[in-house]
């Protein structure tokens, strides 16, 4: 006699559905140097900062304005100066078009005047999204035009560099000559015993490197920006040889001299303020 009674089905319940969960696209970053996963959101309160390696990705000109100025007082000058296809370069105008579409700029140089914890300056900033920054007629006239309202307005002047494009081919010769016009107005900025304060970013090189953005009376640098003439790439191929670890990275300059010093982001707009109020009082400027 049986002391159970065998079903002779098996009931086998189906598992509730499980909803999937959506991960929004872009809502995690890749440091480009320790390779950390982060949070989109927490690096852009970050400042695009690393907060695991202190890695200083780049930025925008427009970001850049306002983490430097007071909120409101930068004030655009020269936007009226256009750039001219006068060589006929194969797509440049496309090529400026669609620049102009992503970064929102008309050139690869924002100018205008600013405050700084309510003292005014005069202030140009790249943007290495705008064809690399790179180094064309209309950037060396705004920063001319620029120069010369500090002159006349008895200002000093601040430029922060992302140029990684160098002079720009697409306009030849013009784009060189820019090189000794920025630093003829900054020669003449020298002469009225004006503060000219430079601020290399990543990356910085060619035409701009060798011309205004060593030029400073100070010459400061974020975190391992990358600042050269020629990129470690193109040298290499050239000696056949590997370059040392850093090479052209903002500390391997400071230890050769060719950077003052050295300032993080967010520290960036306080060190401005103390280094123009020390260079303006009677004492603390004697010029270059």
Same mark, same amino acid.
Request: hydrophobic share 40%; with cysteine.
């Given at each position: 006699?049986?002391?159970?009674?065998?079903?002779?089905?098996?009931?086998?319940?189906?598992?509730?559905?499980?909803?999937?969960?959506?991960?929004?696209?872009?809502?995690?970053?890749?440091?480009?140097?320790?390779?950390?996963?982060?949070?989109?959101?927490?690096?852009?309160?970050?400042?695009?900062?690393?907060?695991?390696?202190?890695?200083?990705?780049?930025?925008?000109?427009?970001?850049?304005?306002?983490?430097?100025?007071?909120?409101?007082?930068?004030?655009?000058?020269?936007?009226?100066?256009?750039?001219?296809?006068?060589?006929?370069?194969?797509?440049?105008?496309?090529?400026?078009?669609?620049?102009?579409?992503?970064?929102?700029?008309?050139?690869?140089?924002?100018?205008?005047?600013?405050?700084?914890?309510?003292?005014?300056?005069?202030?140009? #900033? +790249?943007?290495? %999204?705008? *064809?690399? &920054?790179? /180094?064309?007629?209309?950037?060396? !006239?705004?920063?001319?035009?620029?120069?010369?309202?500090?002159?006349?307005?008895?200002?000093?002047?601040?430029?922060?560099?992302?140029?990684?494009?160098?002079?720009?081919?697409?306009?030849?010769?013009?784009?060189?000559?820019?090189?000794?016009?920025?630093?003829?107005?900054?020669?003449?900025?020298?002469?009225?015993?004006?503060?000219?304060?430079?601020?290399?970013?990543?990356?910085?090189?060619?035409? #701009? +490197?060798?011309? %205004?953005? *060593?030029? &400073?009376? /100070?010459?400061?640098?974020?975190? !391992?920006?990358?600042?050269?003439?020629?990129?470690?790439?193109?040298?290499?191929?050239?000696?056949?040889?590997?370059?040392?670890?850093?090479?052209?990275?903002?500390?391997?300059?400071?230890?050769?001299?060719?950077?003052?010093?050295?300032?993080?982001?967010?520290?960036?707009?306080?060190?401005?303020?103390?280094?123009?109020?020390?260079?303006?009082?009677?004492?603390?400027?004697?010029?270059?």
């Amino acid at each position: 006699m049986a002391w159970f009674h065998r079903p002779k089905y098996t009931i086998i319940r189906k598992p509730a559905e499980r909803s999937e969960t959506k991960i929004p696209e872009g809502m995690w970053v890749k440091c480009e140097k320790c390779d950390s996963i982060l949070l989109k959101q927490e690096l852009d309160e970050n400042l695009n900062v690393c907060p695991k390696c202190n890695f200083h990705g780049r930025i925008t000109a427009k970001h850049r304005v306002a983490l430097t100025t007071d909120e409101g007082t930068f004030t655009p000058m020269f936007e009226n100066i256009r750039s001219v296809d006068f060589l006929k370069f194969p797509k440049y105008p496309e090529k400026m078009e669609s620049s102009a579409k992503k970064t929102g700029l008309t050139e690869s140089v924002l100018t205008g005047k600013a405050k700084i914890n309510g003292t005014e300056v005069a202030l140009a #900033v +790249t943007d290495f %999204f705008f *064809m690399g &920054g790179s /180094l064309g007629s209309v950037m060396g !006239e705004r920063i001319t035009a620029l120069i010369e309202v500090a002159i006349k307005e008895n200002l000093p002047v601040i430029i922060i560099s992302a140029s990684g494009g160098g002079a720009r081919m697409h306009e030849g010769i013009m784009s060189l000559m820019q090189m000794a016009k920025i630093s003829a107005g900054l020669a003449r900025l020298s002469d009225r015993k004006l503060p000219y304060i430079s601020v290399l970013t990543d990356p910085t090189g060619g035409g #701009v +490197t060798a011309s %205004f953005a *060593m030029l &400073g009376d /100070l010459n400061i640098a974020e975190p !391992e920006a990358l600042i050269m003439f020629a990129g470690p790439r193109v040298i290499e191929g050239t000696i056949k040889q590997k370059l040392p670890p850093g090479f052209q990275r903002s500390e391997f300059l400071q230890e050769h001299g060719m950077i003052d010093t050295i300032v993080n982001r967010k520290d960036m707009k306080e060190t401005l303020y103390g280094v123009i109020s020390a260079m303006r009082s009677p004492k603390g400027y004697a010029g270059r």
